[in-house]
């Protein structure tokens, strides 16, 4: 049954003008996407250690200290917390890989000195435990700088592990050592995916957040603060649109600016490319990094007696079965002058069960194609989920989108990130003096 009502959203919009009170005004630091790569907090969607993969972040700026949070790719759990505190005007590196007892680790190489959540701390060529294989990462500029010159502090790693008591206090106390400058510094950062033994390598770059907070202050590596829920609740979208939602919550004003590209249909659309006779195989990155915040997907599914948020790739129903959930899925895939085309728009009031051929559930999914072993992770890996069926030819463009896909409690698209990876695994050319082995990464296009 088709409604005319006005979706939640739009009079949100209208409220944002007409409903608020006369002096109030956009604030000073409302969220945004940065357009130039460059802001005060940065997500990176994925990394991963497995199937002999390694994980290069670098992140660039004026922070003289910085916190990075690494979230599992199950639920988007929050796992591992550091402290990274440099020079200023200077460039942090770091690997994450699995080492030679398959533990997964940061390794530093480049970019001051690193404490813990344990308190362990060391600068370039140390290594941290790392609780999750696949996951996210969240990077914070922190406002506090140093009173004396970083170089007063450079050989002396180990006492800022020291500093950060029982309860995360800064010994003596939190200020002692530290000044607050007038703005946030801003970071720029990226990760570069490298498979050694295969010779590949991919980048892209971490999407960057603007107008976060006025202050990000200086907490221990355990502190959940700084977090993407403490910003101001107002989003700008980038046609310069000021949007609060709702819910006055913050995190939906992360969720909106994150999901602006995906408009009303929430379409994502790359490539795949399963051409055996070159080595050809593709991975889909589908990231939901608001996971450990808060759910914007459109049902739920029951996983091994647990109940888990997902969307879906469908299919038409087969006869007398019911499909749908008041949203239509869509998956068009066109290539060599073919075309598999799954158009559904249903409107059925009361929905009924959803019938699917594929539930994505977790904060960090891979997608295979036709059976192919994943690039990305090993075999067996629970994150990992096969597509088949769908597509028009062995090299293909791919769109998946659900209309009406907003969950009910909040109203806004789902914040989706990810990329499409292509391996090309030609063997040696030239006798074997040329490994002719590369690879392709394209970030989604969001529609």
């Not at 990176?44 to 690494?70: C, D, E, H, N, V």
């Not at 960057?208 to 200086?218: C, E, N, S």
């Not at 895939?333 to 559930?361: A, Q």
């Not at 409690?409 to 030239?430: A, C, D, H, K, Q």
């Amino acid at each position: 049954m088709k409604s005319n009502r006005m979706p939640k959203i739009l009079k949100v919009i209208i409220l944002s003008f007409m409903a608020l009170p006369s002096f109030w005004q956009t604030p000073a630091h409302a969220i945004s996407l940065s357009s130039n790569h460059q802001g005060e907090v940065l997500i990176f969607p994925f990394y991963t250690s497995q199937k002999g993969w390694s994980s290069l972040i670098t992140i660039s700026g004026s922070a003289s200290i910085m916190k990075i949070r690494f979230r599992d790719g199950d639920r988007g759990a929050a796992v591992n917390g550091f402290n990274i505190y440099s020079f200023g005007n200077d460039t942090f590196r770091a690997s994450v890989h699995a080492n030679k007892d398959g533990q997964t680790v940061l390794r530093v190489a480049e970019g001051g000195c690193v404490v813990a959540g344990d308190g362990a701390s060391g600068g370039p060529g140390t290594e941290f435990d790392l609780d999750s294989a696949i996951g996210s990462i969240e990077a914070y500029s922190v406002t506090s700088t140093f009173e004396a010159p970083f170089e007063a502090f450079e050989d002396n790693c180990r006492e800022f592990g020291k500093r950060w008591r029982q309860g995360g206090v800064w010994y003596p106390h939190p200020t002692v050592g530290l000044e607050e400058r007038q703005s946030v510094p801003q970071l720029s950062g990226d990760l570069s995916l490298v498979q050694v033994e295969k010779g590949l390598a991919s980048s892209y770059v971490a999407k960057a957040l603007k107008g976060f907070q006025r202050k990000i202050p200086h907490t221990s590596p355990l502190d959940e603060s700084p977090n993407l829920a403490e910003t101001e609740a107002v989003a700008i979208m980038p046609d310069g649109m000021e949007i609060r939602p709702e819910s006055l919550e913050g995190i939906d004003a992360v969720a909106l600016v994150l999901s602006a590209g995906l408009g009303w249909k929430g379409g994502v659309l790359n490539d795949v490319v399963t051409l055996d006779t070159i080595g050809a195989s593709t991975d889909w990155v589908i990231s939901y990094p608001l996971d450990g915040y808060k759910n914007y997907r459109a049902h739920s599914a029951t996983i091994d007696g647990e109940q888990r948020y997902c969307d879906s790739f469908g299919f038409p129903p087969e006869e007398g079965e019911p499909y749908g959930n008041g949203a239509g899925i869509a998956i068009q895939s066109w290539g060599s002058g073919k075309l598999y085309r799954s158009n559904l728009v249903i409107e059925i009031d009361p929905p009924p069960p959803i019938k699917v051929l594929l539930d994505i559930c977790h904060a960090v999914n891979i997608v295979r194609f036709e059976s192919h072993p994943s690039i990305l992770a090993d075999e067996g890996t629970a994150n990992v989920v096969d597509l088949s069926g769908v597509l028009a030819d062995q090299v293909s463009k791919l769109y998946w989108g659900i209309y009406d896909h907003f969950p009910h409690e909040s109203r806004i698209p789902r914040p989706v990130m990810g990329f499409s990876i292509t391996e090309f695994i030609n063997n040696n050319l030239n006798n074997g003096a040329v490994r002719a082995n590369y690879s392709v990464l394209k970030p989604h296009i969001l529609q």
